[in-house]
Protein backbone atom coordinates (compact mmCIF):
# COMPACT_ATOMS: atom_id res chain seq x y z
CA UNK A 1 0.00 0.00 0.00
CA UNK A 2 1.59 3.74 -1.15
CA UNK A 3 1.32 6.08 1.53
CA UNK A 4 0.70 9.80 0.20
CA UNK A 5 1.13 12.96 1.69
CA UNK A 6 -0.44 16.36 0.08
CA UNK A 7 0.81 19.66 -0.63
CA UNK A 8 -0.88 22.65 -1.38
CA UNK A 9 1.35 25.45 -3.34
CA UNK A 10 0.42 28.25 -6.02
CA UNK A 11 0.27 27.99 -9.33
CA UNK A 12 3.13 30.26 -9.71
CA UNK A 13 4.97 27.56 -6.83
CA UNK A 14 4.31 24.91 -9.29
CA UNK A 15 5.32 26.27 -12.52
CA UNK A 16 8.67 26.78 -11.21
CA UNK A 17 8.67 23.32 -9.25
CA UNK A 18 8.29 22.19 -12.95
CA UNK A 19 10.71 24.23 -14.18
CA UNK A 20 13.26 23.51 -11.76
CA UNK A 21 12.41 19.89 -10.97
CA UNK A 22 12.85 20.27 -6.95
CA UNK A 23 10.83 22.24 -4.52
CA UNK A 24 12.62 23.73 -1.14
CA UNK A 25 9.10 25.16 -0.34
CA UNK A 26 6.66 27.92 0.06
CA UNK A 27 7.89 30.92 1.95
CA UNK A 28 5.96 29.49 5.46
CA UNK A 29 8.29 26.16 4.60
CA UNK A 30 11.71 28.03 4.21
CA UNK A 31 10.85 29.46 7.43
CA UNK A 32 9.87 27.21 9.66
CA UNK A 33 12.83 24.44 8.01
CA UNK A 34 10.70 22.16 6.47
CA UNK A 35 8.20 21.19 4.35
CA UNK A 36 4.75 21.40 5.54
CA UNK A 37 2.66 18.42 4.25
CA UNK A 38 -1.07 17.08 5.03
CA UNK A 39 -2.57 13.36 4.77
CA UNK A 40 -5.38 13.07 3.16
CA UNK A 41 -7.91 13.71 5.84
CA UNK A 42 -5.93 16.86 6.75
CA UNK A 43 -6.49 18.85 3.49
CA UNK A 44 -9.59 19.87 4.07
CA UNK A 45 -8.53 21.64 7.38
CA UNK A 46 -5.03 23.16 6.14
CA UNK A 47 -7.23 24.83 3.11
CA UNK A 48 -9.93 26.26 5.72
CA UNK A 49 -6.42 27.34 7.95
CA UNK A 50 -3.74 28.79 5.66
CA UNK A 51 -5.84 29.23 2.38
CA UNK A 52 -9.13 30.72 3.04
CA UNK A 53 -9.94 33.39 0.24
CA UNK A 54 -6.89 32.38 -1.67
CA UNK A 55 -7.33 31.14 -5.61
CA UNK A 56 -4.64 29.75 -7.87
CA UNK A 57 -3.67 26.98 -5.98
CA UNK A 58 -2.80 23.29 -6.68
CA UNK A 59 -2.80 20.44 -4.92
CA UNK A 60 0.27 17.74 -5.19
CA UNK A 61 -0.36 14.30 -4.16
CA UNK A 62 3.27 13.42 -2.67
CA UNK A 63 4.81 9.86 -2.69
CA UNK A 64 8.20 10.10 -0.51
CA UNK A 65 10.67 7.87 -1.01
CA UNK A 66 10.87 5.39 1.85
CA UNK A 67 14.82 6.52 2.52
CA UNK A 68 13.64 9.64 3.52
CA UNK A 69 12.20 10.48 6.60
CA UNK A 70 8.61 12.19 7.66
CA UNK A 71 8.55 13.77 11.28
CA UNK A 72 5.11 13.80 12.69
CA UNK A 73 5.06 16.97 14.81
CA UNK A 74 1.90 18.63 16.72
CA UNK A 75 0.62 21.35 15.33
CA UNK A 76 -0.70 24.69 17.00
CA UNK A 77 -4.32 23.37 17.66
CA UNK A 78 -2.57 19.96 18.79
CA UNK A 79 -3.37 17.78 15.77
CA UNK A 80 -0.22 16.09 14.32
CA UNK A 81 1.05 16.99 10.53
CA UNK A 82 4.03 15.55 8.79
CA UNK A 83 6.54 17.50 7.80
CA UNK A 84 9.27 16.65 5.48
CA UNK A 85 13.26 17.94 6.23
CA UNK A 86 14.18 17.59 2.90
CA UNK A 87 13.26 19.08 -0.37
CA UNK A 88 10.88 17.34 -3.09
CA UNK A 89 11.87 16.06 -6.31
CA UNK A 90 9.48 16.64 -9.39
CA UNK A 91 9.31 12.71 -9.67
CA UNK A 92 7.48 12.63 -6.21
CA UNK A 93 4.66 13.92 -7.34
CA UNK A 94 2.39 11.55 -8.35
CA UNK A 95 -0.86 13.58 -9.36
CA UNK A 96 -1.94 17.37 -9.74
CA UNK A 97 -5.65 18.31 -9.14
CA UNK A 98 -6.91 21.92 -9.47
CA UNK A 99 -8.00 24.03 -6.26
CA UNK A 100 -11.67 25.70 -7.35
CA UNK A 101 -12.24 28.94 -4.87
CA UNK A 102 -15.91 29.16 -3.98
CA UNK A 103 -17.89 32.64 -3.57
CA UNK A 104 -17.89 32.07 0.36
CA UNK A 105 -13.76 31.55 0.40
CA UNK A 106 -13.73 28.10 0.82
CA UNK A 107 -12.13 25.66 -1.32
CA UNK A 108 -13.18 22.36 -3.74
CA UNK A 109 -10.96 19.94 -5.38
CA UNK A 110 -12.64 18.75 -8.45
CA UNK A 111 -9.86 17.47 -10.92
CA UNK A 112 -6.69 16.28 -12.24
CA UNK A 113 -4.75 19.04 -13.38
Same mark, same amino acid.
Given at each position: ?? %???? @? $? $? /? ?6 ? @? ?6 ? /???? =? ?15 ? =? +? ?13 ? @??? +? ?9 ? %? ?9 ? =???? %???? /??? $????? %????? $? =????
Amino acid at each position: MK %NFFY @K $I $I /TKREWSDF @KKKNFFYG /TRKD =LRDKYIHLSKKNQIKKT =L +QKHYLKKKNLVLLKI @KIP +QNKRIIWEKSS %NGEVFPHFYYY =LDLS %NVEN /TYK $IFLKK %NGSHF $I =LSKY
